[in-house]
């Protein structure tokens, strides 16, 4: 087989979370300890650094990457979900793997691998511990699929766990509150081992403190880390001051990503880079190396990323209302004559909580992603105008629909195009 039959049969044949949703979620570690089994147990042979959360654990594992890409190791990174090509999921010193490794990794394992009936994810966890094994890289991230006590990746061993924030998301399968949340993101801790919080939230807290003393694992948070926006503001890129309490790891840094979100991601980044590596005698200026480069280092897409200007078009792949707080209120100071949004949600959101987050002030085209959990643009069309916004359905493509609106959108307007990581992906896509 070659690499695109592969491709075709894995997302056709496996259960893919991203996909269908909730019924191709597999509860448990036995599957995916039966795959690590047959292809030697590769977890084992890895360092690792373990990232959960509700949002930012991407930006987090990307900012990660890039400290130690500075340091001048070999890097594996493993992220989910993908926009354009499945092995964004797997990458090594920001590259994405070669599609011969891909075709190796199943034509040596796809007999034993199909008596187990694995899960999508269960099986691109395995090809990426995989492939890390084989390319003997010095470190590898790690980025949690969805929870982390029974998440696939939580078979690993790491040297530190970070866990983002917590918002209400996928309450069907982790539960309806934050701290019921937080005990599945707290699986991850592990005996002995450090644990960062980025985000010290009264509700949850107390669930890392329990865990982590069950554990004996060292428990810290970012609560002192403070990234301090330096005015003028810009869509595309910031600067910032980055202290400890008193002391100043940077000033008037690079900060690429220009999300407001990406704030308390940076503060997360840097106090999980200073446990992990808290004798390093140049740590600060890796530290600030790594924000500055970290799109060059890593290829991260989909983040508060400028994809035109004139008129400025803008997509972010923030999803749930966690992320919308903050994308919204930066959508309120974007400065343009007319605000355009293109917009569109999958089955199993919150739309409603999300909808009450919207600027009053644009239009709104609404679209449907090419993606089974897709939800009917014209539900959340009727929910938008039953909330008084301006709103119409395309029924064209993500990239299709956006195109026309940036051709009649003026120099001087602004584009926003999210919702869902899909509508994204389909965005990218078409611009690919």
Sequence with gaps: MNYQQIIDEIFTALPMYHKVGSSAYKEGLENIEALAAIVGNPERKLRCIHVAGTNGKGSVTHLLSSFYQEMGMKVGLYTSPHLIDFRERIKINGEMIPKEAVVRFFEKFQPEFKKL???FFEMTTALAFYCFAEEKVDIAIV????GGRLDATNIISPI???ITNISLEHTQLLGDTLAKIAFEKAGIIKP???????????ETMPVYRQRADELSAPLHTAGNITVRPLLPDSPVARRVTITDGADVIGEDVRLPLAGDYQLENVATFVRTAQVCEPHHPALNRLIVRAIENVLGNTHLMGRWQVVAEKPLTICDTGHNSGGFAFIASQLE???CRKLHIVIGFVSDKDVDSIIRLLPRRAD?????????RAMDPQVIADKMLAAGLSVRVSDAGVYET???VRCGAGEEDAVYIGGSTFVVADLLAGIE
């Excluded at 980025?143 to 969805?146: A, K, M, Q, S, T």
């Excluded at 002995?192 to 009264?202: A, D, S």
């Excluded at 709104?364 to 089974?372: D, L, M």
């Design 364 to 372: 709104y085209t609404v679209v449907r992603a090419s993606v089974e």
């Design 333 to 335: 100071r974007l400065e």
């Design 160 to 162: 530190a766990s970070a």
């Design 402 to 404: 956006s195109r026309a």
């Design 143 to 146: 980025e949690v699929g969805l």
């Design 192 to 202: 002995h081992t450090p644990v960062i919080i980025g985000k010290v939230q009264p």
């Design 117 to 119: 009936e694995p899960s």
